[in-house]
Nanobody, 124 residues
């Protein structure tokens, strides 16, 4: 059974940092692109960051560039999202996902597997 399990969310003050992790099991995810998306109350799920299957390329939403860093450890089937300089508008449930085709990496509809989400709350 394929599972993606996020961890590392929590409450942090504006300007602080958090590191999210997403561990995958039940499949070979070293050949899948991995991404992070987020969903704030009353808003649609939005793209945050993605990393290709090799880890050679990363892509970020404009508002996250320079603040967030995505990385992966294929030996551990785990992807990370380091979030720095957090802002109250970063408050959301963060989801990790796996994209088996390594295509359309900013499109949530292209992802095949999803985690259950982890809450990130940034206080002002």
């Amino acid at each position: 059974q394929v599972q993606l399990v996020e961890s590392g969310g929590g409450l942090v003050q504006a300007g602080g940092s958090l590191r999210l992790s997403c561990a995958a099991s039940g499949g070979t995810f070293s050949s899948a692109a991995r991404g992070w998306f987020r969903e704030a109350p009353g808003k649609e799920r939005e793209f945050v960051a993605t990393i290709t299957r090799s880890g050679g390329s990363t892509y970020y939403a404009d508002s996250m560039k320079g603040r967030f860093t995505i990385s992966r450890d294929n030996a551990k089937n785990t992807v990370y999202l380091q979030m720095n300089s957090l802002k109250p508008e970063d408050t959301a449930v963060y989801y990790c996902a796996a994209n088996l085709r390594d295509l359309r990496l900013a499109d949530a509809r292209a992802y095949d597997y999803w985690g259950q989400g982890t809450q990130v709350t940034v206080s002002s």
